[in-house]
C-alpha cells in the first residue's frame, strides 16, 4: 500500500474499500470508512513518514509559544493520550485532563480550523490492562445521511445550512466547570456546510460532530433541536461501532470526511496509561476550507484573530 500511496499527487483522493478474496489470506480493499491494522510495528518516525503519503499534515508547531517544547521529536504527532511529561498517568486536575474529556464525545478532528482533516492515523505507544477500556468509537455520517427520514431529508438539502465550528465549545462541554469562564462566543468560529459530497465515494454525507457550536440562520433553540436530532439520528447503535486496542503498534485510519469517532472510557481512567498519538491529515477535496478564508489560523490556541484563553493554551502545549 504505501507504495502505491506514494505515487499519488496531494490533489488526488485515496478510496479503501475491502473485499475478501478467500477466507484466509487475501483481501481487495476500496472504499470504507475507517480502517484498524494491527501491530503494525510503526514507531514515531515511521508513523509520520506512513501519514505524508496520504498529504499535507497538520502541526502542532504553531501552538507552541514561549519555548514550550513539544511531547514528541515531531510537532506532526497529536497527542490523544492520557500520559504527564515523566509517563505517569494524567491527574484528574491536570488541565489537559479536562481538555481531554471532550474527545468523549462524537466528533470529527479539526472541524474548528479554517481547513478541515481528511484523514487521522491513531496508533497506541502504550495501552492499559486488557479489559480496562479505551475503546475508540466510529459512527458512519454517510449513512446517517442515506437513512435520514424523507422530510428531514428533504430540510436539509433545501436549506443547505452551514454549521460554525468551535474547540471552545466542545472543550467546554466536556468539562463545564473547569472552563467555566471560557465563552466559546467570544473567539473566532470556522465554518462548513453541513450536508457535502464526500469526493472520494461520491456520497453525500452529514458533517457534524462536538466541535459544532451552532447551524447558522436559526434560533439557538431551534439549532439545538436540529444538531440533538442529527447527532442522535447518527449515532444510533446500529450506526456506530466500537474498536478495541489490542496492542502496540495498532494503527486506525479514518475519514473524518465521513465518520465520526469518539474515545470510549473505561475502568484504565485515572489508573492505567493510555497513550495514543495522532497524526492529521488537511483535507485536499474542494470544500476543504469551507466557508472560511484560506488563512493559517488555528482557533483554538494562538489565532491572529485573537490570542487563545490561557486555560486552553495550558491544556495543549
Ligand atoms: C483523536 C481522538 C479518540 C481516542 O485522537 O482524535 O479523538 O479514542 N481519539 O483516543
Ligand atoms: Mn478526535
Known amino acids: 500500500m504505501p507504495g502505491i500511496l506514494q505515487q499519488q499527487s496531494p490533489e488526488t483522493t485515496l478510496q479503501l474499500d475491502v473485499k475478501e478474496l478467500h477466507p484466509t489470506f487475501g483481501a481487495e480493499i476500496d472504499n470504507y470508512g475507517f480502517l484498524v491494522f494491527r501491530n ?8 509520520v513518514d506512513f501519514s505524508r503519503r496520504f498529504g499535507d499534515l497538520d502541526a502542532i508547531r504553531p501552538y507552541m509559544t514561549g519555548g514550550r517544547k513539544p511531547r514528541y521529536d515531531y ?17 484528574h486536575d491536570n488541565p489537559r485532563s479536562h481538555y481531554g474529556k ?31 477500556g479505551g475503546s475508540t468509537e466510529f459512527a458512519d455520517s454517510r449513512t446517517a445521511f442515506d437513512t435520514l427520514p424523507e422530510d428531514l431529508r428533504h430540510r436539509l438539502l433545501e436549506k ?3 454549521g460554525a465550528h468551535s474547540l471552545h465549545s466542545s472543550r467546554k462541554r466536556g468539562s463545564p466547570s473547569f472552563f467555566a469562564d471560557l465563552h ?16 472520494p465515494s461520491g ?10 457550536h451552532h447551524i447558522e440562520g436559526l434560533s439557538a433553540t431551534e ?12 449515532t444510533r447503535p446500529e450506526n456506530t461501532v466500537s474498536v478495541d486496542w489490542r496492542s502496540e503498534g495498532d494503527l486506525i485510519i ?3 470526511t465521513a465518520v465520526m469517532h469518539r474515545a470510549g472510557g473505561g475502568a484504565f481512567e485515572g489508573k492505567y496509561v493510555r497513550d495514543l498519538r495522532r497524526t492529521t491529515v488537511h483535507d485536499a477535496s474542494s470544500t476543504a476550507w469551507g466557508l472560511n478564508e484560506k488563512k493559517d489560523t488555528r482557533p483554538g490556541f494562538n489565532s491572529a484573530e485573537k490570542p487563545a484563553s490561557q486555560k486552553l493554551q495550558a491544556a495543549v502545549t
Open 40 to 47: 503494525t510495528g510503526l514507531n514515531d518516525t515511521t508513523h
Open 75 to 91: 510537532y506532526e504527532l497529536f497527542d490523544a493520550g492520557n500520559v504527564d511529561g515523566e509517563g505517569a498517568v494524567l491527574g
Open 102 to 132: 471532550g474527545n468523549a464525545f462524537f466528533h470529527v478532528d479539526s472541524s474548528f480550523n479554517p481547513r478541515r482533516a481528511s484523514y487521522s492515523l491513531l496508533r497506541a505507544a502504550k495501552l492499559p490492562p486488557p479489559n480496562t
Open 160 to 162: 443547505d445550512y452551514v
Open 184 to 199: 466559546p462566543e467570544d473567539f473566532p468560529m470556522h465554518r462548513h456546510r453541513i450536508v457535502q459530497t464526500h469526493e
Open 203 to 212: 456520497r453525500t454525507n452529514l458533517y457534524l460532530g462536538a466541535h459544532l
Open 223 to 234: 439549532s439545538w433541536q436540529l444538531l440533538w436530532s442529527l447527532m442522535g439520528w447518527s
Open 254 to 256: 479514518w475519514d473524518n
